[in-house]
């Protein structure tokens, strides 16, 4: 019984075509976060929806969106992937933001770029 | 700056040989602390986490981890370690101040085992 699901488990896509990655829960968690993990580093938070508020990393590209239709759906958009796109995509949850309120993460979604 | 350290990046320890994971941070509040296991091609789990209190922490499979304030670190223990721990462990502190929530993770520490 996964509670935070991520479809597909891996995506294929062409150099800039667009892709969207998905993930939902089952949760009930206020908050949803996209993390990006490059091969042998550490999983960097993109950014995150607490509830319907919207909160980019600085350092986040341009080209990658996201969009969370309700509590239970989270999408990532890549508008246009480049090679350096190419990387594991982790959906986690929590039920709030701060103390007390670990993280739960989906399997990811390993992305290639072609 | 925040940052977090995992000073090895590859362990590789016998089955049934004791385990210690290495974390040192460096926060100017004492952070919160978590411990997370990625195997490969999946997703993080949470291992265990510490607030306040007990500055030994007992988590999941098995696993302890000791907060020492004077050495900033966080290190991850077991005490005989199995096949199946062969993963890799992240070390991630969390800001503790009002409104701040982001999770920084190490940059990872792989163990492999030897049967």
């Known amino acids: 019984d996964a509670m935070v699901i991520q479809n597909p488990r891996y995506q294929v896509t062409q150099f800039g075509k667009p892709v969207t990655l998905s993930c939902s829960q089952t949760?009930?968690?206020?908050?949803m976060y996209w993390y990006q993990q490059k091969s042998s580093q550490a999983p960097k938070l993109l950014f995150h929806?607490?509830?319907?508020?919207?909160?980019n990393e600085a350092d986040t590209p341009d080209n990658f969106q996201s969009r969370r239709p309700n509590t239970s759906f989270c999408f990532l958009d890549i508008r246009s992937p480049g090679l350096g796109d190419a990387a594991m995509y982790l959906c986690a949850t929590s039920r709030d933001r701060g103390e007390n309120s670990p993280l739960h993460f989906g399997n990811g979604t390993r992305l290639t770029v072609t | 700056a925040q940052s977090v350290t995992q000073p090895d990046i590859h362990i590789t320890v016998s089955e049934g040989a004791s385990l210690e994971l290495r974390c040192n941070y460096s926060y100017g509040a004492t952070p919160y602390l978590f411990w997370y296991v990625q195997s490969p091609g999946q997703g993080l789990q949470l291992l265990l986490k510490y607030f306040s209190g007990d500055t030994l922490v007992q988590g999941i499979k098995g696993f302890e981890a000791e907060f020492k304030r004077s050495q900033s670190s966080f290190n991850l223990r077991k005490p005989s370690v199995h096949w199946s721990d062969a993963a890799e462990y992240f070390c991630?502190?969390?800001?503790?101040?009002?409104?701040?929530?982001?999770?920084?993770f190490g940059k990872g520490t792989k163990l492999s085992v030897i049967p």
């Open positions: 929806y607490y509830d319907k508020d919207f909160n």
């Open positions: 949760l009930n968690h206020n908050v």
């Open positions: 991630a502190p969390q800001c503790s101040g009002a409104g701040s929530y982001q999770l920084t």
